[in-house]
């Protein structure tokens, strides 16, 4: 049953309060006394005329109308949508945290200090690099500050490369940022297993190319057998090899980037390690480079050094943090301050919550769950790298497709079953491509759920392709003109 809520505006009535002030009790002055003519409305303010109790059930409906995390599964393959727990929140909440400004000394900041460092090596060793910078504030971000460490290096270097080599499995984003940097991109086609063509890749690295920017596994959930010969080739060339890191959900505690040869990686707080996305909190994305990148990694940098105190005749060595600004080749600030901490102490308590032997389980899982799903549903649809998969898995919809119903079809469809659609149409190297994505922290039963939901679509596109083509039907709108939307954003509201 289609649940609608009308506009506060449409429940408004003339005359109509939340309250009533009290009669006034000062002298009564005109505002025009007290407010200059040029800053005052000309015409009333068009408000709606409600009562609390309207008010209260009006945003409470709205509310339990949100789709998060906290209420639905999200299959949405490569963001690793997995659930942010309380703890987490809890803990970036403590007055220790919220109350620090980030002008203080650094002397009054020292449990905050401590936690940064300490992030910075608990990710150093999960990754396998000898340095993280936390600054970036997102995965896009992220990988613009990898890209300007590339850069840096190169010109230290003396050397004018002018390439940046991407697989078409790869993210997005990746090609912007690398343009942003002035580089040109050249994509590498994958070969038929839906991994790098190795073959291919000798041919088109040559002392042109800066560096190969990568995701592994890759985004068809693929992990890329060949990273150290791919890692190999690109060294013999002096190029780097960059690891777009928002999949590193698959590798959690089985392996590490920087063991395979990655020389420069970035994470997805917010994706991995369970912090919030979007509206729920901004994201992360910090850098880890190899030891010969250390030099180029924004500043300030979060270290660690011995300080003395108490008397003449009693003295302790202490640790202190500190911001050291003293790198000369680093590429400078890319955050203002040091980033969005109450996400880095959020993935903080996260990682000490899990501890080593957590950590270790959760790609093992996320990989189990992601199989588990493909085996289901391979019956029912297309697969067209049918193997085992590692955190995610693409389905294609092109049996559905002969039939009068596409990808879009299915995701709307999804909505009506209560699941929020999986990502469609990407990779764009697979024809109406469904990404899908469990992760670690669902349940077996929710998987079957989904699994059901899915199977009884495409027995209805069997059958009356039609009805599929009509969804959603439970939702207070169904299809929007998504562009139009996009481009003619209608946000206002009016009587007329």
């Known amino acids: 049953m289609k649940q609608t809520e009308s506009l506060i505006f449409e429940k408004s009535s003339p005359g109509r309060r939340c309250f009533v002030f009290p009669a006034c009790d000062v002298p009564v002055k005109p505002i025009t006394d007290l407010l200059p003519q040029n800053v005052l409305r000309k015409d009333d303010a068009e408000l709606p005329e ?7 059930r009006h945003f409470t409906r709205l509310s339990q109308k949100n789709y998060c995390v906290d209420t639905n599964f999200y299959p949405l393959g490569s963001c690793t949508m997995k659930y942010n727990p309380r703890t987490n929140e809890e803990t970036a909440r403590l007055e220790g945290f919220t109350k620090v400004h980030p002008y203080q000394l650094t002397e009054q900041c020292q449990g905050t200090l401590k936690v940064l460092y300490d992030l910075e090596q608990m990710l150093k060793n999960i990754c396998g690099m000898s340095a993280f910078t936390l600054q970036p504030a997102a995965g896009a971000h992220a990988e613009l500050t990898g890209m300007l460490i590339i850069r840096a290096y190169m010109e230290k270097k003396g050397e004018k490369r002018h390439k940046i080599l991407i697989p078409d499995s790869a993210h997005g984003t990746n090609p912007a940022s690398a343009a942003l940097c002035g580089y040109e ?9 839906g991994l790098i063509d190795v073959k291919r890749l000798r041919e088109v690295f040559t002392h042109d190319t800066a560096a190969i920017m990568i995701t592994n596994p890759n985004t068809l959930g693929l992990f890329e057998k060949d990273i150290l010969e791919i890692c190999r080739i690109v060294h013999d060339c002096g190029g780097l090899v960059y690891c777009d890191g928002a999949n590193m959900n698959a590798l959690l505690g089985i392996a590490r980037p920087g063991d395979m040869g990655i020389d420069i990686l970035h994470l997805n707080l917010h994706k991995t390690f369970s912090t919030p996305h979007g509206g729920g909190g901004p994201g992360a994305g910090p850098v880890g480079v190899t030891e010969e990148l250390q030099c180029f990694l924004p500043v ?30 680093s590429i400078g600030k890319v955050r203002a301050f040091y980033g969005h901490i109450g996400m880095m102490i959020r993935t903080y308590t996260y990682l000490l919550s899990l501890g080593r032997e957590g950590v270790c389980k959760v790609g093992k899982y996320a990989i189990l ?24 898995f693409v389905l294609s919809a092109t049996k559905q497709k002969k039939k009068g119903a596409s990808a879009l079809d299915i995701a709307k469809g999804l909505l009506d079953y209560g699941f929020h659609a999986p990502t469609i149409y990407f990779p764009l190297i697979v024809e109406e491509a469904i990404m899908i994505e469990p992760t670690e922290t669902e349940s077996r039963e929710t998987l079957d759920a989904f699994v059901d939901a899915m199977i009884q679509i495409a027995a209805s596109i069997e059958q009356r392709p039609e009805v599929v083509k009509g969804s959603p039907k439970t939702t207070p709108i169904g299809r929007p003109d998504e562009t139009k939307a996009a481009r003619e954003p209608n946000v206002k509201w009016s009587k007329k």
């Open 50 to 56: 409600v009562s609390e109790i309207d008010v209260v």
């Open 185 to 193: 991109v050249e994509s590498i086609r994958s070969g038929r297993n």
């Open 300 to 329: 300030p940098r979060v270290e660690m050094i011995d300080s003395t105190s108490g008397g003449d005749t009693e003295k302790e060595i202490q640790k202190k943090y500190i911001f050291n600004d003293n790198y000369p080749d």
């Open 369 to 392: 769950n992601a199989n588990y799903l493909q085996h289901k549903l391979k019956k029912y649809y297309h697969i067209p790298y049918d193997k085992t998969c590692m955190h995610e």
